[in-house]
Each structure stands twice: as structure tokens, then as C-alpha cells.
């Protein structure tokens, strides 16, 4: 369904939950994009829903979503090439949350 209404032009966005099934503790999120892509999302698609179209839903577009300037700076460094292999969203290697970076 999620795929059908991607192809039809509906903003989708992707979801934050505490609990999934078959979903390591913590991983929900990157759990959600891999089965998005089992079902033929691209991983660009997969990716502007989990950043822009979030920020978009919530209204705070003109703060979060995408890397410009002026606006909160919330980062992920990734080992590897997630438009390649959305796995690699799970091989996190420094976060920055509010423009510091995490330890």
C-alpha cells in the first residue's frame, strides 16, 4: 500500500516508533526504511520521506528536513552509501543533534 501511494504523488512520511516487530531495540526507524525498500521505494524516495516530508508534516520545514542555512543542523554520518544500500542508515558513525555533535 505504502508503495502504491508513493507512485500516486501522496506525501508519505516515515515513522518513529518505540516498538516494531522484528525490529532490533533502537532500530525502528532504519527497520521502517529497509521494509520500504523491500516493497520498492527507492531509497531517495525513502529518504526525503524520513527528512523533508517529515518536516513538512509537522510544519517545521523552515527549521529541520534538509541541510541549509539558517536552519537547526541535526546530521548523520553513515558508513557507506545509503541511496545504494539503505542499510547502511544503521552504520551511524557521528551525530550532530542542534548543530553540536554527539559523543
Known amino acids: 500500500m505504502t508503495k502504491k501511494l508513493n507512485e500516486a504523488g501522496v506525501h ?3 515513522g518513529s516508533h518505540s516498538s516494531v516487530p522484528y525490529a532490533e531495540d533502537g532500530w525502528a526507524f532504519q527497520h521502517e526504511m529497509e521494509l520500504w525498500a523491500e516493497c520498492g521505494i ?17 510544519r517545521i520545514d523552515d527549521k ?11 546530521i548523520l554520518i553513515v558508513r557507506g552509501n545509503p541511496l545504494k544500500d539503505i542499510k547502511a542508515a544503521k552504520n551511524i558513525e ?4 542542534n548543530g553540536e555533535w554527539v559523543r
Not at 42 to 58: C, G, P, R, W
Not at 94 to 97: E, P
Request: aromatic fraction near 6%; proline fraction near 0%; charge should be negative.
Open 12 to 14: 508519505i512520511v516515515l
Open 42 to 58: 527507492s531509497n531517495t524516495d525513502i529518504i526525503v520521506a524520513a527528512t523533508m516530508e517529515n518536516a513538512l508534516y509537522f
Open 64 to 74: 529541520l528536513g534538509s541541510i541549509e542555512k539558517g536552519k537547526i543542523a541535526d
Open 94 to 97: 557521528r551525530v550532530m543533534l
